[in-house]
Structure formats: C-alpha cells, structure tokens
C-alpha cells in the first residue's frame, strides 16, 4: 500500500524545496489550503486525508527585525499551528511526523556549540523568545506524545536555512534572502547596499536542498525521541557573506552598515556530532554554491517573489 505523506507549509522555503521532488503519493498544503490555527479545519482535512507520514514545515518565520516587531503573534500563532497538527496527526493514526525546529530557540547562554540536550536548559534570545517557546514546545509536544500514545514523532533543528522561493522581504525576511532582494534594488537604483549591524555575526547557513535531502532521510530512519540537529557546523560572517552576495551579483557600489539595526544573536554554533554519527558522508551545498542558486533563481523570478 502507497504510503501517503503530508507537507504542510508547501507554499515556503523547505515546503517548496520538498515539493520540487514530486514525492510519490504526496500531499501538499499550503496556507490557502489550511489555516493550521483553525483546530477544527485540521483535524477534519487530516482526517479526510489519512496521511501515514507527515512533514509539518508550516510556520509564522522571519529575521531578527520581524521577530522584534512580533513576539506575541509569532508565539501565538506558532504554539496554534504546533499544537493543532500534531493533534490532528495524533487523530488521524499519522505512523511517522517531523517537525522543524530552529537553532536560534536554543538558550542564548547555552555553551557552545550548541547540543540537542541543551534545547530547554535557560532563556533563549531576547531578538526571537516568542517564537523561541513556541517552538520549544514541538520538542515538548512530540516527547509527551510520544510518553503517553506511542507518537512516533520526531524534531529536526536547522540553522539559517536559505535557498529558492525564500521570503524576499526586506523588513521581515532571514538575512540571505533579505540581501539578495536589497543587493538586487541596490545595483538596479545605483544606491548603497545597506546591512544592518555590524557585520561580526556569525552564522550557519544550509541550503534548504540539504535540509530536504536530510529531512527525507529522517523520514524514514531516524526515530528518536530526542532532537536532531541539522547542520554543516561552519559558520559564516555576515560580513563575509554580503560581500560574497555583492560578488555573485556583479554589485560593485558602496556596503554600508547600518549600526541602528540589531544583530541579534552574535553566533549560535552547533553541534554536527549526533547528524555525523549517523550520516558521516552527507556533504553539504556550499554558501557560495547555494548562494548562486538562489541568486540565479531570484533573479529569474523577480518581481514574482515572496516579499
Ligand atoms: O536571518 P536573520 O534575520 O535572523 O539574521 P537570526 C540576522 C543577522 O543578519 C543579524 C544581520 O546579525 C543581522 O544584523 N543582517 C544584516 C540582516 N543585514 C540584514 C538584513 O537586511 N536583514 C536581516 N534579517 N538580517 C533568526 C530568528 O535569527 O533565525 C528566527 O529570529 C529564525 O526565529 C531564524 O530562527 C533562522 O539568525 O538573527
């Protein structure tokens, strides 16, 4: 018997990178299909659907500037969506469901690099605590159901995930895809390219290719009630990787940094051992390569982005 699997978020970054596959027997939703913050919705679209496998990548995101600017509805509405999924997938007798979480809910004064077992152990950033608790209750939620109904329902944590159909927004999107859109108007316009802080921040940035290649892989082997951190372990400035945009996209006017902008967590390197330990030869896309495709892609869709 076919297994039918569900993506939900299929219209963002990792939702579209899944549905670029064309999985047999898949099922994708996107926000029009399914507001996950309607309970009742859910529970009767999953079971109408009956998914065996579940891949629940729909979530309220952005970059530090909209996590500042949201804490209470980026809390909210992700807690809804969480609960309401794996609630549903309960329900419907779901066998296998991953669900995403982020390095930057971990503890902002975790020691580094950052380890699965740390994910609860103190307070996450104050950039991003909404979306940081909301999210840590995946990890809560899959463990509990897991405790009391035998859930096989797992979490993956991926860093700065970056890649087509990103959201390109300048205020609210992650930093890649924010640059890419301002590097773009910025050699279009003759004008500065504006970067907010200071440039020192670091961080791990994975092409969402990789993240659906690993999460695929998780689908099927990986069934432990802890956590798996999904990352390359190296770490980029955001200093370096503007100027690596401006190369790419033939940029040649003024970088400037903005200062007044936050930088939010100045790194948050994890721990790559639990992913190597079982996936030793998994090599990921390099910043420059994936930087490329996206850039490539960016352009050739453009103005018909996320933004
Ligand atoms: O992707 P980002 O916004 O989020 O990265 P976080 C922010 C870093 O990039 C900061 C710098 O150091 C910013 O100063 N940056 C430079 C910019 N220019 C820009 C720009 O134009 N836009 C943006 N957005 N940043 C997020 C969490 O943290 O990480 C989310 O808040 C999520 O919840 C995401 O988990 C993966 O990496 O700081």
Redesign the pocket.
């Known amino acids: 018997m076919n297994k039918i699997t569900l993506v939900t978020g299929a219209d963002g970054l990792v939702g579209s990178a899944i549905k670029r596959l064309n999985l047999p027997n898949a099922v994708y939703l996107t926000h029009a299909d399914l507001d996950l913050t309607d309970f009742e919705e859910t529970k009767k679209t999953f079971a109408k659907i009956k998914p065996n496998r579940v891949i629940h990548t729909a979530a309220v ?5 909209a ?1 500042l600017k949201h804490p209470g509805s980026y809390f909210r509405d992700n807690l809804l969506i969480n609960i309401h999924t794996l609630e549903a997938a309960r329900l419907a007798g779901v066998e296998k469901l991953l669900s995403f979480i ?1 390095t ?2 971990f503890p902002n004064n975790a020691s580094y690099p950052l380890n699965e077992k740390d994910l609860h152990n103190g307070l996450p950033h104050d ?2 605590f909404g ?1 940081a608790y909301a999210k840590r209750m995946m990890d809560v939620q899959s463990r509990a159901y897991r405790k009391e109904w035998a859930c096989n329902f797992i979490t993956a944590i991926g ?3 970056y890649g087509p159909n990103d959201n390109f927004s ?1 205020e609210n ?3 890649l895809a ?2 890419i859109h ?1 590097c773009f108007l910025a050699k279009e316009n003759n004008t500065d390219l504006s ?3 200071s440039g020192q ?1 670091l ?1 791990e940035f994975v092409f969402s290719d990789d993240i659906v290649k690993l999460a695929l892989w998780a689908l099927n082997n990986y069934n432990e009630e802890s956590p798996i951190i999904f990352t390359s372990g190296i770490e980029t400035s ?1 200093k370096d990787v503007v100027h690596l945009v401006a190369k790419k996209m033939g940029f040649l006017g003024k970088i400037v940094f903005d200062a007044t ?5 100045l790194r948050k390197p994890s721990d790559s051992a639990k992913l190597q330990k079982y996936l030793p030869e998994f090599k990921f896309t390099s910043v420059a390569d994936g930087l490329e495709q996206t850039i490539a892609w960016f352009v050739k869709n453009y103005p018909s982005i996320r933004k």
Do not use: E, F, M
């Open positions: 995101v952005g970059g530090v500037g996590n982020s930057c809910v950039s991003n979306y860093t700065n995930v300048l999107g992650h930093v924010a640059l301002k970067v907010w802080g921040a961080r955001i902008k936050p930088d939010g967590q």
